[in-house]
Structures are given as structure tokens and as C-alpha cells.
């Protein structure tokens, strides 16, 4: 086997054909961490001169003149090629102490234990416990999930061999029913544009307002966009409603409903149908009067719901923002998202749609409990990676952690 610096091109054909592959390690994230002021590394391990080993690290100076590394989502390797993983890792180590490194971080895309569902340890199923056991060996740290850079517990739908009307069916009634009904509303998914992408942004910072965590620049999405979409590996959606068209509709069904309780007889046995219409009828003209307001306030016939952002590449794709008007959520139209994201994926030949980050102690039904329950509502199941990983290169990582620790 033999370690060297491999080029970006390489690095490049090797990621597109490995099975740990995710955007996190593309050379389109390290292009954007390049200009945040981070340095990017391609290494590898040749063998008959063969890659069968690589990783794109990004490195960047902290005190005294030590470079931190990080490796997303990497390595690209077998991790459990315990050879492998252990001289790769070693010369990886001896390049960062040649480019004054002090320390390495890693999240490898690798599962740590199959779970169900409901986040429950599948008997049999996937089992990485040995690779944990391989790295700590190697002198890895594992961190606290709290301290992670990256999601560590996911939600996902498996696609593979799947119809829309199997994953409809298989859907949680209550998720099933709120797509069929937001449907009815008329309300229209679209992708946006560059020069659109502050529509996104607008809604994200109501979302991070209200949610109170921190909303990434617009920069960020527009340079998103630049790396990813001609490839066609990014979408940018968005969700309407025409109030006048919607307002219409209502009408329409209202003077159906109307029609529907003026022809049951004046009989006893009718007073159960009577009140159904009666409570349908009374729910439509209350929403055709939350719709005219709506339209009086915002002086404008369509407005916008909610907007998400996907990642697309095979054979995942992942749900990776969204954010949504908080006075428009009764329409659910992030439900429609994800279904319409679902059924792209199946007519493109995705195995996976990913909804992505979930809470790791969702059985103890922490404050965001609901971001977990929305996703499961799709049905699917919970995965665990096998988390995050510090390798100590220098004693300045020990000084550091020192520092950190009185400062507190």
C-alpha cells in the first residue's frame, strides 16, 4: 500500500463510485469551506495503483500557528479493513504533523446500529460496534453528540422498489390525510432561481426568530446553489397559495355542502348527516373569512407558505432546511414538499429520501420531539451514525482543550 497526495480530479472520480459518499465530502464543499479561508487536502492510499482509500480534508489555522484539520463525513474506506483503516490513518497523521496540524476531526457516513422507527436497536441488523472499537484503538476521542458539527441521528424513507401508492399507503394516516386536504388547496410548489433565493432566506430568518437558533447568510445558499445546481443536485422550493383561486374553491364547496344538507329530509334519522354538514359548512366559511383577511393584510392575491432546500445526490436525496411562515402553517404545505420530493425521487431512480436531522433522545420526547414525530408521520426509520471523532496529532491539542476548559 502506498499513502500519497492525490489530486482533486482523483479524489473526485473515487467519491463519485464510493458507497460513503454524501455532499459533505464532495469537492463542492470544500471549494465553499476554501472561501471561508480554510485550506483543502486530498490524500489517499494506492494499492496496484489502485485508490482504495481517500479523504478530503479542510484545515485552518487556530492559536499559535496550528492548523486544525477536519475530514467531513470522511473517511472513504472500509472501515472495518482494519489494516487499511489503521495505515491510512497513520500516514494521515504524519501529513497533518508535516502541515502543522495539532488535531483531526471525522464523522464518518457510517452507521453505528440499524434501528426501527421508533429508534429501537434492530435484532440482527447492522452492527458497527467494531469499527468504534478500531478507531478508539487508533486513538480517536469520541464527542459528545451536543459538540457535533454534523447531524449525528437521521430519519429515512427507503424508496427502492417502491410506488407512490405503496409509500402512500404505507404513510401514518394523520400524514396520509393532511397531504390529501392541503392538496384540495390549491396550493403550488415551486422551484426557485438564484436571483429568487431571498425569498428562502426571508423565510429562514422568520423560522430561526421564532425557533431561536441561527440562520445561515444568504451567501451561503446563493454559493450553494452555484456548486450544486448545474449538476442538478440542489433544489430550492418554495409554496404558494392564490387566495383568490383558494377562496373560490371554498365557495364552490360550500354551496356543494349547502345543496348536499337542503336535500336530506326533515327526518330523525338524518340528524347525524344534518350536523356533519352543518360543523363542514360552518368550518368552510370560517376559512373563506380567514382567506379574505388574509388577502386585506397582505394586499396581494398569492402569498408564500413555507420554502425548503434539498440536496440531490444518488442515491440519497437529503431534506437539508426548511422553514416556514408561522401564521400559514395551518396550510401543512411542508407536507406537500416532502411528497412532492418523494415522488421525484421515485420517477429519478433515488433509493433513499432522507429527511435528515432528528433528536438523539427521542424516546425521552425532548422540545423538538416534533421535528422527529413530523418526519416519522412519513414512515421510515431512524438512523444512528457512529458519531463524531477526535484524533489528537500534537501535545497543543491538550494545551488547547486545557485553555478551553478554564475559560469555560
Given at each position: 500500500?502506498?499513502?500519497?497526495?492525490?489530486?482533486?480530479?482523483?479524489?473526485?472520480?473515487?467519491?463519485?463510485?464510493?458507497?460513503?459518499?454524501?455532499?459533505?465530502?464532495?469537492?463542492?464543499?470544500?471549494?465553499?469551506?476554501?472561501?471561508?479561508?480554510?485550506?483543502?487536502?486530498?490524500?489517499?492510499?494506492?494499492?496496484?495503483?489502485?485508490?482504495?482509500?481517500?479523504?478530503?480534508?479542510?484545515?485552518?489555522?487556530?492559536?499559535?500557528?496550528?492548523?486544525?484539520?477536519?475530514?467531513?463525513?470522511?473517511?472513504?474506506?472500509?472501515?472495518?479493513?482494519?489494516?487499511?483503516?489503521?495505515?491510512?490513518?497513520?500516514?494521515?497523521?504524519?501529513?497533518?504533523?508535516?502541515?502543522?496540524?495539532?488535531?483531526?476531526?471525522?464523522?464518518?457516513?457510517?452507521?453505528?446500529?440499524?434501528?426501527?422507527?421508533?429508534?429501537?436497536?434492530?435484532?440482527?441488523?447492522?452492527?458497527?460496534?467494531?469499527?468504534?472499537?478500531?478507531?478508539?484503538?487508533?486513538?480517536?476521542?469520541?464527542?459528545?453528540?451536543?459538540?457535533?458539527?454534523?447531524?449525528?441521528?437521521?430519519?429515512?424513507?427507503?424508496?427502492?422498489?417502491?410506488?407512490?401508492?405503496?409509500?402512500?399507503?404505507?404513510?401514518?394516516?394523520?400524514?396520509?390525510?393532511?397531504?390529501?386536504?392541503?392538496?384540495?388547496?390549491?396550493?403550488?410548489?415551486?422551484?426557485?432561481?438564484?436571483?429568487?433565493?431571498?425569498?428562502?432566506?426571508?423565510?429562514?430568518?422568520?423560522?430561526?426568530?421564532?425557533?431561536?437558533?441561527?440562520?445561515?447568510?444568504?451567501?451561503?445558499?446563493?454559493?450553494?446553489?452555484?456548486?450544486?445546481?448545474?449538476?442538478?443536485?440542489?433544489?430550492?422550493?418554495?409554496?404558494?397559495?392564490?387566495?383568490?383561486?383558494?377562496?373560490?374553491?371554498?365557495?364552490?364547496?360550500?354551496?356543494?355542502?349547502?345543496?348536499?344538507?337542503?336535500?336530506?329530509?326533515?327526518?330523525?334519522?338524518?340528524?347525524?348527516?344534518?350536523?356533519?354538514?352543518?360543523?363542514?359548512i360552518t368550518s368552510i366559511q370560517k376559512k373563506i373569512e380567514e382567506a379574505k383577511k388574509i388577502r386585506k393584510e397582505e394586499g396581494k392575491e398569492v402569498i408564500t407558505l413555507s420554502g425548503s432546500m434539498f440536496i440531490m445526490i444518488q442515491p440519497e436525496i437529503i431534506y437539508l432546511s426548511s422553514g416556514n411562515y408561522q401564521k400559514y402553517m395551518n396550510f401543512n404545505s411542508?407536507?406537500?414538499?416532502?411528497?412532492?420530493?418523494?415522488?421525484?425521487?421515485?420517477?429519478?431512480?433515488?433509493?433513499?429520501?432522507?429527511?435528515?436531522?432528528?433528536?438523539?433522545?427521542?424516546?425521552?420526547?425532548p422540545k423538538d420531539y416534533g421535528i422527529y414525530e413530523f418526519k416519522r408521520g412519513f414512515n421510515g426509520y431512524v438512523e444512528e451514525l457512529i458519531g463524531e471523532f477526535e484524533l489528537p496529532i500534537s501535545w497543543h491539542y491538550y494545551l488547547f482543550k486545557f485553555i478551553h476548559k478554564i475559560r469555560g
Open positions: 500500500m502506498e499513502f500519497k497526495i492525490i489530486k482533486e480530479e482523483e479524489y473526485k472520480k473515487f467519491w463519485e463510485n464510493h458507497p460513503l459518499k454524501t455532499f459533505l465530502s464532495s469537492i463542492e464543499i470544500g471549494k465553499l469551506r476554501h472561501k471561508s479561508g480554510w485550506k483543502v487536502h486530498y490524500v489517499g492510499v494506492l494499492e496496484k495503483k489502485k485508490i482504495v482509500a481517500a479523504t478530503m480534508m479542510v484545515s485552518r489555522k487556530k492559536k499559535f500557528g496550528k492548523e486544525e484539520f477536519y475530514a467531513p463525513r470522511g473517511f472513504l474506506l472500509d472501515f472495518r479493513n482494519q489494516e487499511l483503516l489503521g495505515f491510512f490513518t497513520e500516514n494521515v497523521k504524519k501529513y497533518i504533523k508535516e502541515h502543522h496540524g495539532y488535531l483531526l476531526r471525522i464523522d464518518p457516513y457510517v452507521i453505528y446500529k440499524e434501528r426501527d422507527i421508533d429508534g429501537n436497536i434492530v435484532e440482527g441488523g447492522e452492527d458497527n460496534s467494531i469499527v468504534l472499537t478500531y478507531l478508539e484503538d487508533l486513538g480517536f476521542h469520541k464527542v459528545q453528540i451536543k459538540d457535533m458539527e454534523q447531524v449525528g441521528w437521521m430519519f429515512s424513507l427507503d424508496l427502492k422498489g417502491k410506488t407512490e401508492d405503496q409509500i402512500l399507503k404505507e404513510m401514518k394516516p394523520n400524514t396520509r390525510n393532511t397531504i390529501r386536504k392541503a392538496s384540495k388547496f390549491g396550493i403550488e410548489i415551486k422551484e426557485l432561481g438564484y436571483d429568487d433565493l431571498q425569498r428562502f432566506q426571508d423565510i429562514m430568518i422568520e423560522t430561526g426568530e421564532r425557533k431561536s437558533f441561527s440562520i445561515r447568510k444568504l451567501s451561503y445558499y446563493q454559493e450553494m446553489y452555484q456548486l450544486f445546481h448545474d449538476k442538478g443536485q440542489i433544489k430550492y422550493v418554495v409554496t404558494e397559495l392564490n387566495l383568490d383561486q383558494y377562496i373560490k374553491n371554498l365557495e364552490k364547496e360550500l354551496s356543494y355542502k349547502k345543496k348536499e344538507l337542503d336535500k336530506l329530509k326533515d327526518a330523525k334519522y338524518n340528524d347525524g348527516k344534518r350536523n356533519s354538514f352543518q360543523n363542514e411542508q407536507y406537500l414538499i416532502q411528497w412532492d420530493m418523494i415522488k421525484y425521487g421515485i420517477s429519478q431512480g433515488f433509493t433513499k429520501h432522507n429527511f435528515y436531522g432528528i433528536p438523539a433522545n427521542i424516546n425521552e420526547k
